[in-house]
Protein backbone atom coordinates (compact mmCIF):
# COMPACT_ATOMS: atom_id res chain seq x y z
CA UNK A 1 0.00 0.00 0.00
CA UNK A 2 1.18 3.30 -1.11
CA UNK A 3 1.30 6.50 1.31
CA UNK A 4 1.71 9.98 1.07
CA UNK A 5 3.19 11.99 4.23
CA UNK A 6 3.50 15.58 4.23
CA UNK A 7 5.58 17.79 6.93
CA UNK A 8 6.67 21.41 7.75
CA UNK A 9 3.39 23.21 7.09
CA UNK A 10 2.39 25.34 9.91
CA UNK A 11 2.72 29.56 10.43
CA UNK A 12 4.56 31.79 8.61
CA UNK A 13 5.09 36.22 8.68
CA UNK A 14 4.25 37.34 5.01
CA UNK A 15 7.37 37.61 3.27
CA UNK A 16 9.02 34.22 5.18
CA UNK A 17 9.31 31.11 3.28
CA UNK A 18 8.12 27.35 4.38
CA UNK A 19 9.69 24.07 3.37
CA UNK A 20 6.90 21.33 2.59
CA UNK A 21 8.15 17.70 2.22
CA UNK A 22 6.37 14.88 0.85
CA UNK A 23 7.54 11.02 2.19
CA UNK A 24 6.54 8.23 -0.39
CA UNK A 25 6.32 5.14 1.60
CA UNK A 26 5.25 1.31 0.72
CA UNK A 27 5.81 -1.04 -2.13
CA UNK A 28 6.33 0.16 -5.74
CA UNK A 29 8.38 0.17 -9.02
CA UNK A 30 8.80 3.82 -9.25
CA UNK A 31 7.12 7.55 -8.82
CA UNK A 32 6.67 8.96 -11.70
CA UNK A 33 5.28 12.19 -10.73
CA UNK A 34 5.41 13.92 -8.10
CA UNK A 35 2.97 17.50 -7.20
CA UNK A 36 1.98 19.73 -5.13
CA UNK A 37 -1.62 21.19 -5.09
CA UNK A 38 -3.39 23.63 -2.67
CA UNK A 39 -6.68 24.22 -1.93
CA UNK A 40 -7.41 27.60 -0.05
CA UNK A 41 -10.64 28.53 2.21
CA UNK A 42 -13.71 28.66 0.20
CA UNK A 43 -11.84 26.93 -2.74
CA UNK A 44 -11.37 24.38 -5.07
CA UNK A 45 -7.85 22.38 -4.71
CA UNK A 46 -5.55 24.27 -7.43
CA UNK A 47 -1.93 22.40 -8.65
CA UNK A 48 0.56 24.61 -7.36
CA UNK A 49 3.97 22.58 -8.74
CA UNK A 50 4.68 19.58 -10.86
CA UNK A 51 7.49 17.46 -11.35
CA UNK A 52 7.84 14.83 -14.24
CA UNK A 53 10.40 12.24 -13.90
CA UNK A 54 13.16 14.15 -12.14
CA UNK A 55 13.93 17.46 -14.32
CA UNK A 56 10.78 18.50 -16.04
CA UNK A 57 8.88 20.95 -13.99
CA UNK A 58 5.68 22.80 -14.16
CA UNK A 59 4.31 25.78 -11.93
CA UNK A 60 0.96 27.55 -11.63
CA UNK A 61 1.63 31.11 -12.41
CA UNK A 62 1.06 32.37 -8.83
CA UNK A 63 4.16 29.98 -8.14
CA UNK A 64 6.74 31.02 -10.60
CA UNK A 65 9.67 32.54 -8.97
CA UNK A 66 8.85 31.95 -5.80
CA UNK A 67 7.99 28.12 -5.44
CA UNK A 68 10.55 25.38 -6.05
CA UNK A 69 9.88 22.04 -6.27
CA UNK A 70 12.49 19.26 -5.75
CA UNK A 71 12.56 15.17 -5.56
CA UNK A 72 15.19 12.61 -4.19
CA UNK A 73 14.26 10.03 -6.22
CA UNK A 74 17.02 7.23 -3.87
CA UNK A 75 14.54 8.30 -1.22
CA UNK A 76 11.27 8.99 -2.73
CA UNK A 77 10.86 11.96 -1.18
CA UNK A 78 9.41 15.18 -2.58
CA UNK A 79 9.51 19.46 -1.31
CA UNK A 80 7.93 22.10 -1.84
CA UNK A 81 10.41 25.36 -1.00
CA UNK A 82 7.67 28.66 -0.50
CA UNK A 83 9.48 31.94 -0.65
CA UNK A 84 8.04 35.69 -0.34
CA UNK A 85 4.62 33.82 0.64
CA UNK A 86 1.67 36.09 0.90
CA UNK A 87 -1.76 35.77 3.12
CA UNK A 88 -3.02 33.93 -0.03
CA UNK A 89 -1.12 31.86 0.10
CA UNK A 90 -2.51 30.44 3.32
CA UNK A 91 -4.34 26.76 1.97
CA UNK A 92 -4.32 23.32 2.71
CA UNK A 93 -1.29 22.02 0.63
CA UNK A 94 -1.74 18.08 -0.75
CA UNK A 95 1.21 16.06 -2.10
CA UNK A 96 0.44 13.98 -4.84
CA UNK A 97 2.26 10.79 -6.55
CA UNK A 98 1.88 9.40 -9.49
CA UNK A 99 3.09 5.57 -8.90
CA UNK A 100 3.68 2.60 -10.44
CA UNK A 101 3.20 -0.62 -8.57
CA UNK A 102 5.13 -3.85 -9.12
CA UNK A 103 2.76 -5.34 -11.18
CA UNK A 104 3.68 -2.19 -13.73
CA UNK A 105 0.06 -0.56 -12.76
CA UNK A 106 0.15 3.31 -12.63
CA UNK A 107 -2.13 5.12 -9.63
CA UNK A 108 -2.78 8.11 -8.36
CA UNK A 109 -1.81 8.90 -4.63
CA UNK A 110 -2.83 12.03 -2.39
CA UNK A 111 -1.61 13.06 1.08
CA UNK A 112 -3.76 14.18 3.90
CA UNK A 113 -2.44 17.78 3.87
CA UNK A 114 -0.70 20.05 5.60
CA UNK A 115 -1.72 23.36 6.79
CA UNK A 116 0.33 26.54 5.74
CA UNK A 117 -1.13 29.77 7.28
CA UNK A 118 0.17 33.09 6.50
CA UNK A 119 -0.19 35.44 8.94
CA UNK A 120 0.56 39.72 8.99
Known amino acids: QVQLAESGGGVVQVGGSLRLSCAVT????????MAWHRQRPGGEREMVAQ???????NYAGFAKGRFTISRDAAKNTGALEMNNMSEDDTAVYFC??????????????WGQGTQVTVST
Open 26 to 33: GSFYRVNI
Open 96 to 109: YAHVTNNRGVADHY
Open 51 to 57: MYGLETT
